[in-house]
C-alpha cells in the first residue's frame, strides 16, 4: 500500500519561511519522480514544484521560481519542498505527489495534504 505522508506546515508571517518533508512507503521510492501540488481556498490544484527520480531534473511553477527549492534524500524516501520569501497568495494545502515521470504526478499517487498559512 503506497502512503505518502506530509509534514512540516503551519503557520508563518509573510517574507518568513518554511519547510515541508513527505516520507514515501509502498512503492519503489528511488525510480519514481516526486513533487508538490497546491490548493488554496475556492481554486483548483496547481502544480509547484518536480523532481526527477535521481534529483537531475527540476521543474517550478513560475510563481515560486527563484523562492522554492524542491530535493529529495533516496536513502530516507523523503521528498522536501523549501519555501522562502513567503506571500499570502502562498497560503493553500500542500500535497505530496509521486509517479513514474514528473509529467504524470497530477495522476500519480497524492498524500493527505498539509495546511500552509501565510499571514500578511
Known amino acids: 500500500q503506497v502512503q505518502l505522508v506530509e509534514s512540516g506546515g503551519g503557520l508563518v508571517q509573510a517574507g518568513g519561511s518554511l519547510r515541508l518533508s513527505c516520507a514515501a512507503s509502498?512503492?519503489?521510492?528511488?525510480?519514481?519522480?516526486m513533487g508538490w501540488f497546491r490548493q488554496a481556498p475556492g481554486k483548483e490544484h496547481e502544480f509547484v514544484a518536480g523532481?526527477?527520480?535521481?534529483?537531475?531534473?527540476?521543474y517550478y511553477a513560475d510563481s515560486v521560481k527563484g523562492r522554492f527549492t524542491i530535493s529529495r534524500d533516496n536513502a530516507k524516501n523523503t521528498v522536501y519542498l523549501q519555501m522562502n520569501s513567503l506571500k499570502s497568495e502562498d497560503t493553500a494545502v500542500y500535497y505530496c505527489a509521486a509517479a513514474p515521470q514528473i509529467g504524470t504526478l497530477a495522476s500519480g499517487y497524492w498524500g493527505q495534504g498539509t495546511q500552509v498559512t501565510v499571514s500578511s
Open positions: 509502498g512503492l519503489p521510492y528511488s525510480s519514481y519522480a
Open positions: 523532481i526527477s527520480w535521481g534529483g537531475g531534473t527540476t
